[in-house]
């Protein structure tokens, strides 16, 4: 198995934000998509929005090779090579879209899931050509953010594994492996570890939510622009991680409850921007704001490290 991009058809299911994300990331590699939203209202948004993200990537002239369908029905399944699932999370929702998938894609397809947190084991449970099924998960936003993790299932075909990454570096991505199929994968493992040591400590009165986030930007979180944590510990030396960790290692938390900042909020409501109040409050305007913000700020990320992603044919 080996995809070539300019011989790529692939499908998305879902066209929300993620969906629409992943299939302009597909299509800046040259892959021909589909995009399969069932809801009338946000496939109407389709094509301006993939119009204005794909100007904005510098790749208009591929904006012919997105399209758009309603259903499943409408697909021409003869020629599509790769399908990645991008719809709510769910476990009973996968499961049964992938039953039809496996009904609906040739053999030889790739079925990818891109769920942030199910185990694709789980996600592929009971059916009959699991060799197939991969985990393909994006970071929001995907056609920003450089990281796609590609995760084994239990049964997953290693040559399922390697055509993937080297198509997903053929769009400009970083493709990274994680050869067990765990709860959370690589990155979210990561993030949950450091977000339950940071919340426990608001909780413990150590210090404010505001100063959580400020340490991180603005101190160790700066450096990893420039160098992972592995990177980052033969520049400072092992001696002193292995010095350090012995002292703070025994006090960090390990609690498999939710922090009560976190787990009061979301009892009473408060989820973040979608309610209007999570850490902290927002307006429509304030939203609007931080959302510029946030992307401006990915956006000149991105340059910095541009020299170390793949280069796009």
């Not at 009971?126 to 994006?138: D, P, Q, V, W």
């Not at 986030?213 to 990893?224: E, H, I, N, Q, S």
Request: charge should be neutral; include cysteine; proline fraction near 5%.
């Amino acid at each position: 198995m080996l995809f070539t991009p300019a011989e790529t058809k692939v499908v998305i299911v879902g066209g929300g934000t993620m969906g629409a994300d992943v299939a302009a990331v597909c299509a800046r590699g040259g892959c021909a998509v589909q995009v399969v939203e069932p809801t009338t209202e946000r496939r109407a948004l389709l094509p301006d929005y993939f119009s204005n993200t794909m100007t904005e990537l510098g790749y208009e002239n591929r904006i012919h090779l997105l399209s758009v369908a309603g259903s499943l029905e409408e697909v021409d399944w003869s020629d599509i090579d790769l399908v990645i699932e991008c719809v709510p999370e769910r476990l009973d929702i996968k499961q049964e879209l992938f039953a039809k998938l496996e009904k609906y894609a040739k053999p030889e397809a790739v079925l990818a899931s891109n769920s942030t947190s199910f185990p694709i084991s789980e996600i592929a449970e009971g059916l009959k050509t699991r060799a197939r099924m991969i985990g393909l998960h994006f970071f929001m936003p995907a056609h920003l953010v450089p990281c796609v993790e590609v995760v084994y299932g239990e049964k997953t075909s290693p040559m399922v594994g390697e055509s993937l990454s080297r198509l997903m570096t053929a769009c400009g991505m970083v493709p990274v492996i994680v050869k067990k199929d765990l709860p959370g994968f690589l990155a979210n493992r990561l993030q949950h570890a450091l977000s339950r040591e940071a919340f426990s400590m608001v909780d413990e009165g150590v210090c404010s939510l505001e100063d959580i986030d400020k340490a991180v930007r603005f101190g160790f979180g700066f450096r990893y622009i420039a160098a992972g944590p592995a990177m980052q510990r033969d520049h400072a030396g092992l001696e002193i991680h292995a010095a350090g960790g012995t002292k703070i290692y025994p006090t960090l938390n390990n609690s498999p409850n939710i922090a009560k900042c976190v787990s009061e909020r979301v009892a009473s409501g408060k989820f973040g921007m979608k309610t209007g109040e999570g850490f902290f409050l927002w307006t429509a305007e304030t939203i609007k704001a931080e959302r510029k913000r946030y992307q401006e700020a990915l956006r000149a990320g991105l340059k910095i490290i541009q020299k170390d992603l793949p280069k796009i044919n």
